[in-house]
């Protein structure tokens, strides 16, 4: 594991502009800087966080959460989204990011940890059982915007 990591939420206009190019390796669908950086504040709004881990200024990674609360799983830490770049996969980063999220959830006394991945992504779900991390249910899902995207504001 690279120690000259370090781990730091993402807030300023410039520093999610820098975020864009390492989130589009998830979010494919991403086109668009300012939209992403809108997307951002509206999510913000619902208390979505961007961890970022940097090396020297450069972002090699990212975890998007949020907390929120539910009958099912009380206070818990929804992770949104976890991304290192192509060319440090596998070099830990990744594991530090997921181990961050999950020491914030237990600081604010979140009951559960949890988060969503495709059933074709059989090396996340590796990668997340791995971590200690288990399968707990299944995501049904219905398109309702004629894009696949939340509607216009």
């Known amino acids: 594991m690279n120690t000259s990591i370090t781990l730091r939420h993402l807030d300023t206009p410039d520093e999610l502009t820098r ?11 991403l086109t668009d800087a300012d939209a992403f950086r809108a997307q951002m504040r509206r999510q913000r709004e619902e208390s979505y966080r961007l961890l970022a881990a940097c090396d020297d200024g450069a972002i090699l990674g990212l975890a998007g959460y ?16 976890l ?5 440090l996969q596998r070099s830990g980063i990744g594991a530090q990011l997921l181990d961050k999220v999950r020491e914030i959830a237990r600081h604010s006394r979140c009951a559960h940890f949890v988060l969503d991945t495709g059933l074709h992504m059989a090396l996340a779900q ?28």
């Open 126 to 153: 590796r990668f997340y059982y791995r971590n200690g991390l288990l399968a707990k249910g299944m995501r049904f899902v219905e398109t309702l915007a004629a894009n696949g995207t939340e509607a216009a504001r």
């Open 66 to 81: 949020r907390t929120q609360t539910n009958t099912l799983y009380g206070r818990f830490v929804y992770l949104d989204d």
């Open 83 to 87: 991304v290192v770049t192509a060319r």
């Open 19 to 29: 975020a864009f190019d390492v989130m589009k390796e998830l979010r494919p669908h």
